[in-house]
């Protein structure tokens, strides 16, 4: 209508001529085709056309002017006839891309219907990993508005550890090394917890070629994780409790095992005191080597009542608890600690051992963790399987500890123990005994214990005591003589007790075997010097007697000899006798004065030799002239025996003291008058040999006694049994003889036998120089 | 005089004199000779036993350290046929201990030598008055 309107506004004003209002016309025609349907255009042209033919009819002009007219709106209607056309065919080809259009996205929304839709996360990341499309499912997965994601890498919601090995997969992606990574990591929620997700990324299909497009595909297995991690967790808990180590052993492992499948940094146990009034950290492990000291010092400073805090608490109730986040906990009782060590979540198990909490796990993180209820169940197992591993390990560790013990007895006891069975046969020797004897286990065995044995029953059987197999219930000892594999020899102490069986029989003994050489030697030197002191001392009691008895006979010789000078010269003193009376008496006096005189001579003779303060006067000494002056001597004074002389006249004149020498001769001489109380003959001979004067004073008197011959040359000894025990003498004279003798270098020797009398013989050097030295030494 | 002797109360108080020392022996027998009594003398103790056994003296003054058997010995084998023979010990051992043995052994009485005369004297004047 409005065309039509347009065609009569038109020729209204362009009255003036067809030529000018044709292009008004043609403009007409144009938009209306433009505009408005097929139809209309065509009438609008039609309509135009009569309004081109109209004014030439109505004036009538010149057929020209119709002519003209009629060209015009035969143009016209040409030209609206193209127009319309061509918009149609326009209309037509954008209707149909619109029609496409709309398949497009429609199809388009169904793949995000689909990709929104879809059970697994799904997202695309460009070339420097950051996401570029994200569904919402994956959004959900990483607990961020997806916008939000929209900014940052793909790295940056990976959890730590796993950032480097998901980057190396990105650039591998990248360069077409492969075109698809799969893998199971951690990744960070929007509100720092972490899930675990199953990842797949490969090259996205049909993308622009220069621009990378990763397709990312993540699913949450954090159930599934978690529900491995839990029978993983019980079955590595399992596997340590029943691996047969001790409690102190498994502990580490235990821990860690918790850690490592709980996905936990740091676990500690918490023992409670015997009289349970604190909690105490027995155990602890973590998994990075550095950052917890001072959580760690913490912790072993700490005491932890019972309800106190969340372990108090555990402690108490026996149920597993957990805090998530630290940072909004109050009632843990390090929190502060915990969180300067970064940690942000604990747990805390407790370890129930006959319904008794015996102490408490404590499990920590360094990131939030919720606990789920089949963690709780799980982990209220662990910490009852945990408890009666601890009893059953304090029960296997005592009896370790005790056996530990006794075999320690065994192997380090100071003495051999050996135990041996009911048979007899070595079963076992202990370190020390193998030692001791220097045999190995199976020489001991084989050999050296049965020689033992033997021994043990030999020395047994002296000592009365039964043989080691018939049963020993008391230790009773033997001392056996035993050869060791070095071949030395042993003085061996052996105590047997037997170990009786149920019924009674002896099922084994155990024999301890004691090196007692060192003792026995001691007691023996102990004996031999006990012994030699006896003799010393019966020596010393012997010396005793014989000086008390030197003294009785030095003091009867004394007394009897003044009994004559006492008692003549009182009656001298007296008066009143004939002067002959008083010669005798004179005599008796002098005589007895005389052998007084002789007897101090003797005593300080043998006094200055012994004390080394003689000295004698060397010159020439014809021996056979002094053996000649001693028989005429004792010739003239003993009646009743007879002398006889066998003197070697080629005897050499010796060096010496010529008066000792005289002394030697006469002291002989008269002994073997003094004890040849009933006559006899006494034979003096002198013979050279072997650069010595052979001297020898023989009688045919009583003899000496073979107990006596020994000790006739010490002092105060005198033959003092049978028929010379009355004999009279200072039992100095042969003490003084021999040490004369001694003083010139020779010896003298006494031959005996009782009833057929005695030799003695004494030797002077021929050599003077033998002298010499003797006479420097005494001088 | 054998029959003298055995009287013993009767006739001359007779002092048997045992020593081997013959100094003692002539000393005794002058001082005693002196003094009015009899003397015999043995100079050793197998004498001085027989000697009294046959000749009965009224006393014995005895020596212990003789040759053959010694004073004492001979003292004993005397006592046990003369029960009541006085038997005087002069001996030349004179410890205190000496004269005990002396006496536990059965002597009368001891002198030691070496003595006074006086005392002698005094001894056999005792016991040649007990005997009256």
């Known amino acids: 209508m409005a065309a039509i309107a347009a065609v009569f506004a038109v020729q209204a004003a362009a009255g003036a001529g067809p030529v000018l209002a044709f292009p008004l016309y043609l403009t007409v025609i144009l938009l209306t085709a433009l505009q408005l349907s097929r139809t209309e255009s065509l009438v609008t042209a039609g309509l135009a056309a009569v309004a081109i033919l109209i004014p030439p009819f109505v004036e009538g002009d010149l057929p020209g002017n119709m002519v003209s007219a009629l060209l015009l709106a035969v143009v016209l209607m040409a030209a609206a006839v193209a127009i319309t056309g061509v918009v149609r065919r326009v209309r037509e080809t954008a209707a149909r891309a619109q029609r496409h259009t709309d398949d497009i996205a429609a199809s388009e929304e169904r793949l995000r219907m689909m990709l929104e839709a879809a059970m697994v996360g799904l997202a695309l990341v460009d070339a420097e990993g950051r996401w570029v499309q994200v569904n919402e499912r994956l959004g959900m997965i990483l607990g961020r508005h997806r916008d939000e994601l929209l900014h940052l890498p793909i790295e940056e919601v990976t959890a730590e550890n796993d950032r480097a090995v998901l980057?190396?997969?990105?650039?591998?992606?990248?360069?077409?090394?492969i075109v698809r990574w799969e893998a199971e990591l951690n990744q960070i929620r929007g509100d720092g917890t972490r899930v675990p997700v199953a990842i797949a990324i490969g090259t996205a299909p049909g993308h622009i070629p220069g621009e990378t497009l990763l397709l990312v595909q993540e699913s949450d297995i954090s159930a599934r994780k978690r529900l491995d991690g839990l029978r993983d967790c019980l079955v590595a808990v399992r596997r340590v409790i029943v691996g047969g180590a001790t409690w102190e052993q498994a502990v580490?492992?235990?821990?860690?095992?918790?850690?490592?499948?709980?996905?936990?940094?740091?676990?500690?146990?918490?023992?409670?005191?015997?009289?349970?009034?604190?909690?105490?950290?027995?155990?602890?492990?973590?998994?990075?080597?550095?950052?917890?000291?001072?959580?760690?010092?913490?912790?072993?400073?700490?005491?932890?009542?019972?309800?106190?805090?969340?372990?108090?608490?555990?402690?108490?109730?026996?149920?597993?608890?957990?805090?998530?986040?630290?940072?909004?906990?109050?009632?843990?009782?390090?929190?502060?600690?915990?969180?300067?060590?970064?940690?942000?979540?604990?747990?805390?198990?407790?370890?129930?051992?006959?319904?008794?909490?015996?102490g408490v796990i404590e499990?920590?993180?360094?990131?939030?963790?919720?606990?789920?209820?089949?963690?709780?169940?799980?982990?209220?197992?662990?910490?009852?399987?945990?408890?009666?591993?601890?009893?059953?390990?304090?029960?296997?560790?005592?009896?370790?500890?005790?056996?530990?013990?006794?075999?320690?007895?065994?192997?380090?006891?100071?003495?051999?123990?050996?135990?041996?069975?009911?048979?007899?046969?070595?079963?076992?020797?202990?370190?020390?005994?193998?030692?001791?004897?220097?045999?190995?286990?199976?020489?001991?065995?084989?050999?050296?214990?049965?020689?033992?044995?033997?021994?043990?029953?030999?020395?047994?059987s002296r000592q009365r005591?039964?043989?080691?197999?018939?049963?020993?219930?008391?230790?009773?000892?033997?001392?056996?003589?035993?050869?060791?594999?070095?071949?030395?020899?042993?003085?061996?102490?052996?105590?047997?007790?037997?170990?009786?069986?149920?019924?009674?029989?002896?099922?084994?003994?155990?024999?301890?075997?004691?090196?007692?050489?060192?003792?026995?030697?001691?007691?023996?030197?102990?004996?031999?010097?006990?012994?030699?002191?006896?003799?010393?001392?019966?020596?010393?009691?012997?010396?005793?007697?014989?000086?008390?008895?030197?003294?009785?006979?030095?003091?009867?010789?004394?007394?009897?000899?003044?009994?004559?000078?006492?008692?003549?010269?009182?009656?001298?003193?007296?008066?009143?006798?004939?002067?002959?009376?008083?010669?005798?008496?004179?005599?008796?006096?002098?005589?007895?004065?005389?052998?007084?005189?002789?007897?101090?001579g003797d005593m300080l003779d043998l006094d200055r030799m012994e004390s080394g303060r003689m000295s004698i006067r060397t010159g020439d000494v014809d021996i056979n002239e002094v053996l000649s002056e001693a028989m005429t001597r004792a010739g003239t004074s003993a009646s009743t025996v007879e002398f006889k002389g066998d003197l070697d006249p080629r005897l050499p004149i010796v060096v010496g003291d010529r008066d000792r020498l005289i002394q030697v001769v006469s002291n002989l001489v008269n002994n073997a008058i003094k004890y040849s109380p009933d006559g006899g003959t006494v034979t003096l001979s002198t013979r050279a040999e072997g650069g010595y004067a052979l001297v020898s004073v023989t009688d045919t008197g009583l003899g000496i006694p073979p107990d006596e011959i020994g000790h006739v040359f010490e002092r105060f000894r005198r033959v003092r049994s049978g028929a010379a025990q009355s004999i009279p003498g200072t039992g100095l004279g042969l003490t003084i003889v021999k040490q004369i003798v001694e003083m010139h270098g020779g010896k003298i020797w006494v031959e005996s036998a009782v009833g057929h009398g005695s030799a003695f013989h004494f030797t002077v050097p021929l050599v003077a120089e033998n002298v010499t030295p003797l006479q420097r030494r005494h001088a | 005089?054998?029959?003298?002797?055995?009287?013993?109360?009767?006739?001359?108080?007779?002092?048997?004199?045992?020593?081997?020392?013959?100094?003692?022996?002539?000393?005794?027998?002058?001082?005693?000779?002196?003094?009015?009594?009899?003397?015999?003398?043995?100079?050793?103790?197998?004498?001085?036993?027989?000697?009294?056994?046959?000749?009965?003296?009224?006393?014995i003054l005895m020596d212990v350290a003789m040759p053959g058997i010694d004073g004492l010995e001979a003292m004993r084998r005397i006592k046990a046929e003369l029960p009541e023979m006085p038997i005087v010990i002069a001996s030349a051992h004179s410890m205190a201990s000496d004269r005990e043995r002396f006496l536990a052994a059965g002597a009368d009485n001891v002198l030691s030598k070496p003595f006074r005369l006086a005392d002698l004297v005094a001894i056999v004047a005792k016991l040649a008055l007990d005997r009256k």
């Not at chain 1, 980057?167 to 090394?177: Q, T």
């Not at chain 1, 009632?331 to 979540?345: E, Q, T």
């Not at chain 1, 709780?376 to 560790?397: K, N």
């Open chain 1, 167 to 177: 980057g190396e997969a990105l650039a591998l992606l990248r360069s077409g090394d």
């Open chain 1, 252 to 358: 580490p492992q235990l821990l860690s095992s918790l850690c490592a499948y709980l996905d936990l940094d740091l676990a500690q146990f918490w023992a409670a005191d015997p009289d349970r009034q604190a909690l105490r950290v027995r155990h602890y492990w973590h998994r990075d080597p550095e950052g917890f000291e001072i959580f760690r010092e913490h912790s072993r400073a700490a005491a932890i009542p019972m309800g106190f805090g969340l372990l108090g608490r555990v402690w108490q109730s026996g149920v597993v608890a957990a805090l998530e986040n630290l940072s909004e906990a109050n009632d843990y009782s390090s929190s502060d600690v915990a969180r300067a060590a970064g940690l942000k979540s604990v747990i805390a198990i407790p370890v129930v051992d006959s319904g008794v909490v015996i």
């Open chain 1, 363 to 460: 499990l920590l993180a360094g990131h939030p963790r919720s606990i789920e209820d089949d963690e709780v169940t799980m982990l209220s197992t662990v910490g009852v399987e945990i408890g009666q591993f601890i009893r059953r390990s304090d029960t296997t560790q005592a009896l370790r500890r005790s056996e530990a013990d006794h075999r320690a007895i065994f192997e380090r006891s100071p003495i051999g123990i050996v135990r041996i069975s009911g048979e007899g046969d070595l079963v076992e020797a202990n370190p020390v005994l193998l030692a001791m004897l220097e045999y190995d286990f199976e020489t001991m065995r084989g050999s050296a214990w049965p020689a033992l044995l033997r021994a043990y029953d030999q020395a047994a």
């Open chain 1, 465 to 600: 005591l039964a043989p080691l197999l018939a049963g020993i219930t008391s230790g009773g000892s033997v001392q056996v003589r035993a050869g060791t594999g070095g071949g030395k020899w042993l003085w061996l102490q052996l105590t047997a007790t037997s170990i009786p069986d149920s019924s009674g029989r002896p099922e084994h003994l155990l024999v301890m075997i004691e090196d007692v050489t060192a003792v026995r030697e001691t007691s023996d030197q102990l004996a031999e010097a006990l012994e030699s002191q006896r003799g010393a001392n019966a020596n010393l009691e012997k010396l005793d007697r014989t000086k008390t008895e030197f003294l009785s006979i030095v003091s009867h010789e004394f007394r009897t000899a003044l009994t004559g000078i006492q008692g003549f010269s009182e009656l001298i003193r007296d008066g009143g006798l004939e002067p002959d009376e008083v010669r005798a008496y004179g005599g008796y006096i002098f005589n007895d004065a005389d052998r007084i005189n002789r007897l101090i």
């Open chain 2, 1 to 59: 005089m054998p029959e003298e002797a055995d009287t013993g109360a009767t006739g001359p108080f007779t002092v048997l004199v045992a020593d081997d020392n013959d100094v003692a022996q002539r000393l005794c027998r002058r001082v005693l000779e002196k003094a009015g009594y009899q003397v015999l003398i043995a100079a050793d103790g197998l004498q001085a036993v027989e000697v009294a056994l046959n000749q009965h003296p009224s006393m």
